[in-house]
């Protein structure tokens, strides 16, 4: 189709400046600048962050919620957990190494190290500029931050708020592309394959040849945007409550099964991960090119595909994080690190070892037996569950839970985008909006539809990463008063929200929660 193949070109034009030249060293500088600022918090303090996030998960105040008006911590990180762990987790891994090779996990690894603590500086700064809307709900984001963090700087006030307005409109885009299109197009591959119905699939509604749409894609496309539309237009409340009721279980389920793989397979886990370092910085023949365009392109892979996975450094997740009734910043901001740390080093480890050790991607030649990554991981699961093809439909399974929890979390990530631009009241138009996306995903062709989504994760990182990196002595200071007083037990004041008002409430809630 005409209109399609104009699309691929202008997508390829903007994908390749937004990322090859510029997003993907923006991306792992700032999350190195940030480590240095925090003095590598996420090790110096593991002990701490672990203790107050995963390890009080059962604690009252992280689960309960009285105010109906925001949620509970582990309800914002379950709906944070259910928008980043999606389609890039199982077809993303897949994709990272079809197209880098093994060594691309490595620098996933290397994205997520420092992805916990850029993580961690967005949440700390959604928390301290966060403020309320009309509805009495806590409305926060990069665009916040941007607009009245670096607006206070000299001559910034002008260009805080194009810079605000344009993450905003790219937060929109990339709910469409992300959280919505890449994932369901994800979906109805998954389950158009490992449950195929061929009275439907036979039947060609548009298209020829590899752009072909049957009619079982559009079907699948009508009935999950019909069950999204039953939760979004719910609003915050019901999409956190189905989140923190689905996210712990397809966790859990996905890596169990994982972990059966790779046991069956355990004979393979050492040359699993040598693969995977050597060919980190050594990528075997098979990806083909010169050495200096290989290697760029299996860090170009890794990276591309550790933030369309944890979405680390996009300014995404705290839209979510700052609806949470947490007091303390560096609390949320903490949060922030456990949410990359369970994606990415958790998540995404366990898909890319069953793919490494199961036989289906040659470890010395780089050679794929899958027809395409959209089918890898299940092609994976078969090689072990082999009766019926189980292994592929309990992957289609898991993709459908994965990447639908993804779509609601995105409505309300580009719900809060669309209410800084337009308001409160005209919030339902994008939810509208979000929701006929949906079918567009079902429609387009894979490449398409994950090529678009990399295209606006870049453009919406870009203004984010600006304001995070200008805010950099700021997250210093928040860290630095959190640390002297709840580690080193000062008797100071807590920094808790930019504006004096806030600041007063919040105070006095700590001060009764101590």
Sequence with gaps: ???????????????????????????????????????????????????????????????????????????????????????????????????????????????????????????????????????????????????????????????????????????????????????????????????????????????????????????????????????????????????????????????????????????????????????????????????????????????????FSNEAGLGSSVMVHSNSNVVEPVQQGMWGIFEVFADTIVVCTMTALVVLTSGVYNLSTGEITAASDAILVGAAFDSVFAWGNIGSKFIAIAMFLFAFTTVLGWSHYGTKAWEYLFGTKSTVIFKILHIITIFFGAILTSSLAWDISDTFNGLMMMPNLIGVVSLSGLVIKLTKNYVDRNIKHKDIEPMLSAYPEIQKKQAEKLKSQN
């Design 1 to 307: 189709m005409l209109f399609l193949d104009k699309l691929t070109e202008v997508n390829d034009s903007i994908n390749g400046f937004v990322w090859t030249k510029t997003g993907v060293w923006l991306l792992i500088a700032a999350g190195i600048i940030m480590t240095c600022c925090t003095k590598f918090f996420q090790v110096s303090h593991l002990r701490h962050w672990w203790k107050h996030t995963i390890g009080s998960i059962f604690h009252k105040k992280n689960i309960l919620n009285t105010d109906q008006k925001s949620i509970s911590p582990f309800q914002a990180l379950c709906t944070a957990l259910a928008a980043t762990i999606g389609t890039g987790n199982i077809a993303g891994v897949a994709a990272a190494i079809h197209i880098g090779g093994a060594g691309a996990v490595f620098w996933m690894w290397v994205a997520a190290f420092f992805g916990m603590m850029t993580n961690y500086s967005e949440n700390i700064l959604g928390i301290y500029y966060r403020r309320k809307n009309p509805d009495g709900e806590w409305s926060g984001g990069a665009m916040y931050y941007i607009k009245e963090g670096l607006g206070k700087f000299k001559g910034c006030k002008g260009i805080a708020s194009v810079l605000a307005v344009l993450f905003s409109v790219f937060a929109i885009l990339a709910s469409f592309g992300i959280g919505s299109m890449g994932q369901v197009n994800k979906i109805v591959a998954n389950i158009s394959s490992a449950f195929d119905i061929k009275a439907l699939s036979s039947i060609t509604v548009m298209g020829s040849g590899d752009s072909a749409v049957s009619l079982y894609s559009v079907i699948l496309g009508v009935v999950i945007m019909i069950l999204a539309a039953l939760i979004i237009l719910g609003g915050l409340k019901r999409i956190a409550s189905f989140a923190e009721k689905v996210v712990p279980f397809m966790v859990v389920a996905f890596v169990a099964g994982s972990l059966v793989i790779i046991g069956f397979n355990y004979f393979n886990i050492g040359a699993a991960f040598k693969a995977i370092f050597v060919n980190a910085f050594k990528p075997i023949a098979a990806l083909g090119g010169g050495v200096g365009y290989v290697i760029s392109k299996v860090v170009t892979q890794g990276f591309k595909r550790g933030v």
